[in-house]
Nanobody
Framework: QVQLVESGGGLVQAGGSLRLSCAAS????????MGWYRQGPGKERAFVAG????????YYGASVKGRFAISRDSTKNTVTLQMNSLKPEDTAVYYC????????????????WGQGTQVTVSS
């Protein structure tokens, strides 16, 4: 069974930074594309970023491109989301996701999800 565990959420001021992590088993990490979605209050779940197995192909949602960066750490079996220049509009629950295909991640239908971690950005 694939299990994803997010951590690193919290409260930050606008303009600040936060780093989220998603931990997976070694088997899951090595075989799946992984990424992040978010869902703000009263909003639909939206794609944030995705990365493939080899750390070559990445995708970003338009609203975070240039501010957020996704990466994989094979020594820790984790995927991280470095969030910089945070805005109040970034406030949301952030979910880690995994799928065998990188192409499915931005389409909103990854096979596996974590439970989410709250990110709150104050103005």
């Amino acid at each position: 069974q694939v299990q994803l565990v997010e951590s690193g959420g919290g409260l930050v001021q606008a303009g600040g930074s936060l780093r989220l992590s998603c931990a997976a088993s070694r088997r899951t990490f090595s075989r799946y594309a992984m990424g992040w979605y978010r869902q703000g209050p009263g909003k639909e779940r939206a794609f944030v970023a995705g990365i493939n197995w080899s750390d070559i192909t990445t995708y970003y949602g338009a609203s975070v491109k240039g501010r957020f960066a996704i990466s994989r750490d094979s020594t820790k079996n984790t995927v991280t989301l470095q969030m910089n220049s945070l805005k109040p509009e970034d406030t949301a629950v952030y979910y880690c996701a995994a799928d065998p295909s990188i192409d499915k991640l931005p389409r909103g239908a990854p096979d596996y999800w974590g439970q989410g971690t709250q990110v709150t950005v104050s103005s």
